[in-house]
């Protein structure tokens, strides 16, 4: 509505809970890097299979290069059991926010793909390409990935004052088990990756222990073999809590990250 030299438009009810989870961010000790990373060798790769007729989006090769990593480096998506023990899991569950329109407000809404270590860039780019064609037709499609909340249980939670929206959320992300079940291990989110400016995000609140978020892809001089060349240089920033990981095994998984990155390897 447009009225007096202002708009009024409606909150989407999704935003409530990005609100809810920012403030349960709060309690966390986050570590950043920042990082420049050359992707032209992957890019190269994507194109050649997607000419082949294998439609594989960068998106779906940086879930599975996470996942490889982190399987190499477990300590990295450890969640706190109590205060002073990790669970150290097996399997690695990636949450990513896909953009869909809910009324007339395009919205981020979760994805969790589980097991991610386990499939496929295939089987991954199915279930995202599944989340971006999901009907959405009331609370309970809000969240994109199989879950067992009805939608009466949706539709009471945004009713809910805040405060006991968040003491529903502390029961779930107070114990490891439930919280890798509803939101995964990892968060990747690819807020600014079709962006043309150069620069980093900076996701100062997030649940996840390590939270992966991808800037603009541009091209940039670089050194390769000596020699400067115009490469696809990414921006990437990965975020660690701190309470559960020190800088030693943070470093040892960001630079198996980037050399799994710059090598260009779909099916590593």
Not at 39 to 47: D, I
Not at 129 to 157: G, P, V, W
Request: hydrophobic share 45%; charged share 20%; with cysteine.
């Amino acid at each position: 509505m447009k009225t007096n030299g202002y708009e009024l438009i409606d909150f989407p009810k999704t935003r409530l809970a990005t609100i809810d989870l920012g403030r349960l961010g709060l309690t966390k000790h986050y570590m950043f890097g920042l990082l420049e990373i050359d992707v032209t060798a992957a890019r190269s790769n994507a194109r050649t299979l997607r000419k082949a007729g294998q439609g594989i989006s960068f998106t779906a090769w940086m879930v599975k290069a996470v996942s490889n990593s982190v399987v190499r480096n477990k300590q990295a998506h450890a969640l706190l059991a109590g205060k002073r023990s990790l669970v150290i899991f097996e399997d690695v569950d990636v949450a990513i926010p896909v953009e869909r329109v809910v009324g007339t407000a395009g919205v981020p809404l979760p994805l969790l793909i589980k097991s991610t270590n386990r499939k496929s860039i295939q089987g991954i780019q199915g279930e995202l390409d599944a989340a971006a064609h999901q009907n959405i037709s009331d609370e309970r499609n809000f969240i994109l990935s199989q879950h067992d909340f009805s939608k009466a249980t949706l539709k009471l939670y945004y009713a809910l004052p805040q405060w006991v929206r968040l003491l529903a959320f502390r029961w779930i992300f107070n114990n490891p088990y439930r919280a890798k079940k509803n939101s995964g291990t990892v968060l990747l989110t690819t807020v600014n990756a079709a962006g043309r400016s150069a620069g980093w995000i900076l996701p100062t609140r997030t649940l996840h222990n390590l939270s992966i978020a991808l800037g603009s892809i541009t091209k940039k001089p670089w050194v390769v073999g000596g020699e400067v060349k115009v490469r696809d240089i990414l921006h990437v920033t990965i975020t660690f809590n701190h309470d559960v990981i020190d800088g030693v095994p943070a470093r040892k998984f960001v630079q198996d990250l980037t050399r799994q990155l710059e090598s260009g390897c779909l099916y590593e």
